[in-house]
DNA sequence: CGGCCATTTGAACCATTTCAATAAACGTGG
DNA sequence: CCACGTTTATTGAAATGGTTCAAATGGCCG
């Protein structure tokens, strides 16, 4: 029991479902191009800063982030893409990459050039505002938040987003990647992420640890940082 | 002599040639909007966090800077806005802004509800993309980079989009804010930012006086903070 | 069992902040 | 045109948060 049936709602589906009304024309659309998803193993790159953009694509399982490579080998990491996310969502012609999209997990991916029903163009523009609400919040993060705010405020964001693709609950998510990668995104050495999670997990708010992440009381967690679910529409 | 005639081809209208072809309805268009600019006093919003878009508007003068304030009066200024800038560039229903939008001197800004032909949309797409390449750098700049580097890497950048709209030349261009809106920029506190300026003018790389930046070697200064120019489009 | 990678720990070090005091520049009204 | 209060920039000294480097520990996979 509880193995999952082959033609699941996808996380990914769930998501866009979520941020925009879908017609059956757009669901078909999409599931038709969620079964010919292809896989691609954790460390490749799914996009290369500086080369042109083919199409986008939908993010259908696993995890990727968006990265910027500084040439003495330090790397930064603009934000995570998790299930229903976006790679390659531009509005003008010949578009370049302005960064470069690696895969942290193993994460397959579906094509959506046939995916351009009226309503999955509200939903493309829908999902561009809120990647904008979220590299804002990652700025904001890095400029004026210490390390266990940043943690926390992170695993916020994570959390609400991934419970929109059903991948979240009861303050509860799996984060399959290491504190190498949290901390290049975070800013910090991966040294002082190992401290800081521990500083959580001592004061009791929040702990991640065998790739699962516990947030106790995400309200007062939610105070601790100033923080405030993201909106993007009235609708 | 050198004074500027009543219609002198504007610094917003400049840019947006720069990044796409306009045909003359749309400068005609835009020329118009600019001509009917209206101005807000520093430290005036134009445009408030959590409220409805009203519509797209155009940076004629002036400086301005999308921010998030925080709960405890910690602030961040995510990105600076100059002349050819837009506000309010959405593509979806019932927009609401994710950040506030703050005069940092005095700004003239331009309605374009009625500029909407076919090149302009263009490029207000393209100008979205470079909206959006400047906020991965903002990100990696805050990320990983020291307070010098910040420092020079914000400069490069701003070199680099004052001279689209005609603002810089040869090193050097108009910066006329405080050390404390640049500090809320670069995540730094004023004190450390007055030190790290005088620690770059030592270092003979450039300086920042009188509201005027002075970069003494570009290329010299791209190397040390590994920046390449922003291009979002092969065309 | 052995090797590899991720995490943890400790100690020294450094960049940046904080707080407080001073100096300079600015605008405003008399 | 000067005197005023206010904002902005500079300086110093001490405290702090985060980094660095190196070594130890623990899991996992072959």
Chains 1, 2 share one sequence.
């Not at 193995?3 to 059956?24: F, K, N, T, Y």
């Not at 002082?192 to 699962?212: I, N, Y």
Request: charge should be positive; glycine fraction near 6%.
């Amino acid at each position: 029991m509880n193995s999952a049936p082959p033609h699941a709602r996808s996380g990914a589906l769930r998501r866009l479902e979520a941020i925009a009304a879908l017609d059956d024309l757009s669901i078909t659309a999409l599931n038709r191009a969620i079964d010919e998803a292809s896989v691609l193993s954790a460390r490749r790159e799914l996009m290369i800063e500086g080369q042109e953009i083919v199409g986008k694509r939908l993010i259908v399982s696993g995890w990727a982030a968006r990265a910027r490579l500084l040439a003495d080998g330090r790397r930064q990491l603009i934000s995570f893409l998790i299930p229903g996310d976006l790679i390659g969502n531009c509005g003008h012609k010949r578009p370049l990459a302005v960064s470069t999209v690696l895969a942290l997990t193993a994460v397959s991916s579906a094509d959506l050039t046939h995916c351009q029903t009226h309503a999955l163009k509200e939903a493309y523009e829908v999902s561009r505002a809120i990647e904008e609400a979220h590299l804002l919040a990652q700025i904001t993060r890095l400029g004026r938040l210490s390390a266990l705010e940043r943690l926390a405020d992170l695993f916020l964001e994570l959390y609400e987003r991934l419970a929109l693709a059903g991948l979240a609950a009861d303050g509860r998510f799996a984060l399959p990647l290491t504190q190498e990668i949290v901390a290049d995104a975070l800013g910090l050495t991966s040294v002082h992420l190992s401290r800081t999670l521990q500083l959580a997990r001592r004061r009791g708010e929040f702990e991640w640890r065998d790739g699962r992440v516990v947030l106790h009381d995400i309200a007062q967690l939610e105070r601790m940082v100033g923080r405030q679910p993201v909106r993007v529409s009235m609708l």
